[in-house]
């Protein structure tokens, strides 16, 4: 049902520092008008970068042809990765569970790093 997408494009950009906060609610990118805006200024290929699942089965060009967004199409939000992790474990896309944990545990340790200087 999935397809693995946009994973090396979320490393890039942890390891880069694009975080935005973990404390809060997590408000998706899923409003319209964000997903709208940001398509207006890039390409799809851009889009599906910040999604860590494709819909098999869904036509291309499409937003119900992404799944498991984790950011805000500006940085990584760990509210997001959590979200990620929690809907793909109840889908059971173990993959996609485990790789969110895994960013989030990565964006943590580098945050504490950053904290201890």
């Not at 950009?13 to 805006?37: D, L, S, T």
Request: hydrophobic fraction near 35%; glycine fraction near 10%.
């Amino acid at each position: 049902m999935w397809e693995r997408l946009g994973i090396g494009a979320a490393i890039r950009r942890a390891a880069a520092g694009r975080r935005g906060g973990r404390a809060g609610r997590h408000r998706p990118p899923a409003a319209r008008r964000h997903q709208n805006a940001y398509l207006k200024s890039h390409s799809w290929d851009d889009y599906a970068k910040w999604h860590f699942g494709l819909t098999v089965g869904a036509k291309d060009g499409t937003k119900a042809r992404y799944a498991f967004v984790y950011g805000d199409f500006r940085r990584i939000h760990g509210m997001g990765l959590i979200a990620c992790s929690y809907r793909a474990a109840e889908s059971r896309h173990k993959e996609i569970e485990l790789t969110a944990d895994e960013l989030l545990q990565y964006l943590d340790t580098k945050s504490e790093r950053r904290r201890k200087r």
